[in-house]
């Protein structure tokens, strides 16, 4: 997630964020205080960030075995060679494209797009009283007294898991697990293809790492036809793998917010632009020697 990127939306600095806008922080026609979204959007982009900086130590960790090992001889330390022997080893079978470390940046990067939506459907839940009268929140069912007992986050909390669980987003694939629940509440839309492909491509990576311990089962050649993987091995995730998954959630999370903010919002355009600029990445699917994941 560039500067850029967060320059575009204001999350550098929240005081432009409204700048042009008439209405200031409730710009939005539905009343919907541009800021606040904002500001959770800025939370997850801070996570992806976050991800990117530690895959990247991580692969430059790959030679650290060596390097302490010349380092110790130097000095005429002691080396403790069947750790170094060991930790060589597997430098080795990683290199160049750390899979297990990819394998780790597909769960995570899955498990920030999923708050995301998670935060943001709250979010709307909480403060926009259009949202709340939708049909499909108004018919929603829960125990009253224990309803009425909870504070305003908890109760949309508790609206989202029953929207969620009403539509089966959790067991929709890719984008579609988010935009079952952004639908209901009148956020769904179309997402572009690249982005379609390369977030199913993430998820079934993920329920392969997280649900089979990361060994290629039938279900997964099957749900990825155009990848190489061979049933009984280990899930190999390449540095373009990656490039592509990370380029699609910033896609994915600008496109969500998007959605949610005014027509006439200023930015708009650089908004657009900059979703093309990842779309473009996508295509090209990164390139070598590139932080991150080079």
């Not at 330390?77 to 750390?98: G, H």
């Not at 997964?220 to 155009?226: E, F, G, H, Q």
């Not at 917010?257 to 027509?263: A, M």
């Amino acid at each position: 997630m560039s500067n850029r990127t967060l320059r575009i939306l204001g999350l550098l600095d929240k005081h432009e964020l409204c700048a042009g806008n008439t209405e200031g922080a409730m710009a939005s026609a539905a009343g919907i205080p541009i800021e606040s979204i904002a500001e959770i959007h800025f939370r997850h982009a801070a996570s992806i960030q976050r991800l990117q900086l530690l895959a990247e130590v991580a692969r430059l960790g790959l030679g650290y075995a060596q390097v302490v090992r010349d380092i110790a001889g130097l000095q005429g330390l002691a080396n403790d060679k069947p750790l170094f022997d060991q930790l060589e080893t597997y430098a080795k079978q990683q290199s160049p494209d750390f899979f297990d470390l990819h394998a780790l940046v597909a769960v995570r990067l899955w498990s920030i797009l999923e708050t995301f939506v998670h935060d943001i459907c709250c979010f709307l839940l909480e403060k926009v009283p259009s949202v709340r009268q939708l049909p499909n929140v108004s018919k929603l069912k829960a125990p009253i007294i224990e309803f009425l007992d909870s504070d305003s986050q908890e109760q949309a909390d508790y609206l989202y898991e029953l929207l969620d669980s009403s539509c089966s987003a959790a067991l929709k694939p890719g984008a579609g697990r988010f935009e079952a629940v952004l639908s209901l509440l009148g956020y769904g839309g179309p997402v572009n293809k690249q982005v379609r492909d390369a977030l199913f491509h993430c998820s079934k990576l993920r329920n392969c790492i997280a649900h089979n311990d990361g060994i290629v089962d039938r279900q997964l050649v099957k749900a990825c036809p155009w990848w190489k993987g061979t049933e009984g091995t280990r899930v190999g995730i390449t540095a373009a793998m990656s490039h592509k998954h990370l380029y699609a959630a910033c896609w994915y999370m600008m496109e969500v917010q998007r959605r949610i903010l005014p027509p006439d919002f200023d930015r708009m355009d650089k908004l657009v632009e900059e979703q093309e600029a990842y779309i473009d990445s996508i295509e090209k699917g990164g390139t070598a020697g590139q932080f991150p994941f080079a």
